[in-house]
């Protein structure tokens, strides 16, 4: 059974900055960051292949930057620019997503 773990949420002030973790207990080769705010459904924010190849949800576009460790078990989201409107949980996964890997998330508040 594959295990994720995000870290690295918390409080910070709109135009901040954040850096979320995701370690993981194997390889997996297309790794996915999603969020889901309240009222709102989950939706996928980045992903990134094995071999370093990403996309991004237009709403992060040239503020949120995935990357993976050399090892290729950790994956990370680089957020810059925080907005309010990306206050939500935040998840990572497979990308498409399988169900049994999902975790408890990383809280990230965007306010003054």
């Known amino acids: 059974q594959v295990q994720l773990v995000e870290s690295g949420g918390g409080l910070v002030q709109p135009g901040g900055s954040l850096r979320l973790s995701c370690a993981a207990s194997a390889t997996i080769w297309r790794m996915g960051w999603y969020r889901q705010a309240p009222g709102k459904q989950r939706e996928l924010v980045a992903a990134?292949?094995?071999?370093?190849?990403?996309t991004y949800a237009d709403s992060v576009k040239g503020r949120f930057s995935i990357s993976r460790t050399s090892a290729r078990k950790t994956v990370y989201l680089q957020m810059n620019s925080l907005k309010p409107e990306d206050t939500a949980v935040y998840y990572c996964n497979s990308h498409p997503p399988i169900s049994a890997y999902w975790g408890q998330g990383t809280q990230v508040t965007v306010s003054s």
């Open positions: 990134i292949t094995i071999g370093g190849e990403t």
